[in-house]
Nanobody
Framework: QVQLVESGGGSVQAGGSLRLSCAAS????????MGWFRQAPGKEREFVAA???????YYADSVKGRFTISRDNAKNTVYLQMTSLKPEDTAVYYC?????????????????WGQGTQVTVSS
């Protein structure tokens, strides 16, 4: 069973930065695309970023240029560096894993999820 554990959320003022981490269990971490999604109160869960097995990265337009996704396969960990944060970035952020050698922007194509970490950006 794969477990994903996020950390690094918190409260920050607009313009600030945070780095989220997601530690994954399992021995074939490097074969999978890892994604970050977020869900704000009253809104649907939305794609934020993903990184595939070759470390190619993909971003939602709303975060492009501000967020950077990266991975350390030796540590089974994926990161989301968030800069120039805006109040509209406030949400619970989730780490997720999709199938081996597959890339997706859609949450229903990710089969394992972390518990989420709260990010709050104040104006």
């Amino acid at each position: 069973q794969v477990q994903l554990v996020e950390s690094g959320g918190g409260s920050v003022q607009a313009g600030g930065s945070l780095r989220l981490s997601c530690a994954a269990s399992g021995r074939t971490f490097s074969s999978y695309t890892m994604g970050w999604f977020r869900q704000a109160p009253g809104k649907e869960r939305e794609f934020v970023a993903a990184i595939n097995w070759n470390s190619n990265s993909y971003y939602a337009d709303s975060v492009k240029g501000r967020f950077t996704i990266s991975r350390d396969n030796a540590k089974n960990t994926v990161y989301l560096q968030m800069t120039s944060l805006k109040p509209e970035d406030t949400a619970v952020y989730y780490c997720a894993r999709t199938g081996a050698f597959k890339v997706s922007y859609y949450s229903d194509e990710y089969d394992y999820w972390g518990q989420g970490t709260q990010v709050t950006v104040s104006s």
